[in-house]
Structures are given as structure tokens and as C-alpha cells.
T-cell receptor
Framework: NAGVTQTPKFQVLKTGQSMTLQCAQDMNHNSMYWYRQDPGMGLRLIYYSASEGTTDKGEVPNGYNVSRLNKREFSLRLESAAPSQTSVYFC??????????????FGPGTRLTVL | DQQVKQNSPSLSVQEGRISILNCDYTNSMFDYFLWYKKYPAEGPTFLISISSIKDKNEDGRFTVFLNKSAKHLSLHIVPSQPGDSAVYFCAASAYPRIDSGGGADGLTFGKGTHLIIQP
């Protein structure tokens, strides 16, 4: 049981390049999330998928797109990377039950640098 | 405008003593609150949560108190141990729409408090 996995762990891009961050969970959770964390800041929600087949914008969605590929996988795409997107990206999932409510489980993060 | 505020960037506590981490929120729609612990180069780990129908929740050495009228919550760690040294994030959300079949919204996080436990 790996929990939430993210690939890659590190990535360096040049301005204008595109890439997709991958996330998968093996806990059969319905809801999945993408956050970014900048130095001295808390985590900020980029996009989320409350259930398979739905996606919604979070606090900072500009410059990103997401795909909920199936119940297990939720990817985040940067179409044209900018230096302002240099950050650590975390994927999370939650079961949404009466005992766990909105307790979210996080992956180890992807550290992205855009030059 | 920050909806979840942790006004202490860092806190130093002696091993064995009580650590108290504070959090304030401004959004009245929040009715579910969580604390996460984060070590460097790792993802946040869930610690404890509380819903707005309660004013206290306890789990081992960790207790969370909620004062809804003051829009304030705190995390107490007793006794503090060296392994507790980490960044602690307070997070909030509206209550998940379990009965309606809706999903859970994302969490709104504070900026974190770096807790240092000194021997």
C-alpha cells in the first residue's frame, strides 16, 4: 500500500516548456487535489476533483490544467511554464467518509524549477 | 486576504513541556479544521481534526481546541518530544457534503508554524 505517489520528484524546465505531473493513489479515495507550496507560504489549492469525472478550480488555477484519468490518477499539466510556477507541488486524496471527513493524505511532492 | 492565519512563524519549547500552536480564521463558512505536520522534503501528514460541533478533540499527546465565537483554534502537544520538531499547518474547509453525495472541497491552509523542541 503505497498511499499517494507522485512523479517526478524533481524537474527543471525552461520558460515556455510544457510538462505533466503525475499522481496516483491506491486507497480507493474518491477525491483528489493538487496544491502548490511556495517558500514561507502555506499550501494553496490549484485544482481538485471531488469525484471521478469532475474537476474544479481552486485558489490559484491560472496556468494549469488537470485530468482525472480514472479513480486512481489525477494529473496536473503546465502548458507553458513560467518562472512564477517554480514551486513544490503536492497531490492529495481523501476518502470522504463519516469517520475521516476531509482528512487528506499527501504525496511526497514534486520540486519544480522553471528557469 | 488570508482566511487562515498562523501568526507565529516559529516557536521554541523545551522537551517535556507543553507546546501550544495557535490558528485564527476569518471565513464563517469553515466548519471543519485540521492540523498537519510537515518534515522537510516530505508531504504533510495528518495529525488531528475537529468539526465545529465540538470544542475539543484529543488523540494521545495531541489535543485541538476550537473557540467558534472567537474563530480561533489551538493545538496542544503534551509532553513535547524531539520528534515533534517540524512545521505545523492549520487547515480549514466547509463540512464535506457526505449525505448529498457531493465531494469534498480543498483545504485552506495557514502559512505554518515551525516548532523547535529543545533538549
Amino acid at each position: 500500500n503505497a498511499g499517494v505517489t507522485q512523479t517526478p520528484k524533481f524537474q527543471v524546465l525552461k520558460t515556455g516548456q510544457s510538462m505533466t505531473l503525475q499522481c496516483a493513489q491506491d486507497m480507493n479515495h474518491n477525491s483528489m487535489y493538487w496544491y502548490r507550496q511556495d517558500p514561507g507560504m502555506g499550501l494553496r489549492l490549484i485544482y481538485y476533483s471531488a469525484s471521478e469525472g469532475t474537476t474544479d478550480k481552486g485558489e490559484v488555477p491560472n496556468g494549469y490544467n488537470v485530468s482525472r484519468l480514472n479513480k486512481r490518477e489525477f494529473s496536473l499539466r503546465l502548458e507553458s511554464a513560467a518562472p512564477s510556477q517554480t514551486s513544490v507541488y503536492f497531490c492529495a486524496s481523501s476518502a470522504l467518509t463519516r469517520s475521516t471527513y476531509n482528512e487528506q493524505f499527501f504525496g511526497p511532492g514534486t520540486r519544480l524549477t522553471v528557469l | 486576504d488570508q482566511q487562515v492565519k498562523q501568526n507565529s512563524p516559529s516557536l521554541s519549547v523545551q522537551e517535556g513541556r507543553i507546546s501550544i500552536l495557535n490558528c485564527d480564521y476569518t471565513n464563517s463558512m469553515f466548519d471543519y479544521f485540521l492540523w498537519y505536520k510537515k518534515y522537510p522534503a516530505e508531504g504533510p501528514t495528518f495529525l488531528i481534526s475537529i468539526s465545529s460541533i465540538k470544542d475539543k478533540n484529543e488523540d494521545g499527546r495531541f489535543t485541538v481546541f476550537l473557540n467558534k465565537s472567537a474563530k480561533h483554534l489551538s493545538l496542544h502537544i503534551v509532553p513535547s518530544q524531539p520528534g515533534d520538531s517540524a512545521v505545523y499547518f492549520c487547515a480549514a474547509s466547509a463540512y464535506p457534503r457526505i449525505d448529498s453525495g457531493g465531494g469534498a472541497d480543498g483545504l485552506t491552509f495557514g502559512k505554518g508554524t515551525h516548532l523547535i523542541i529543545q533538549p
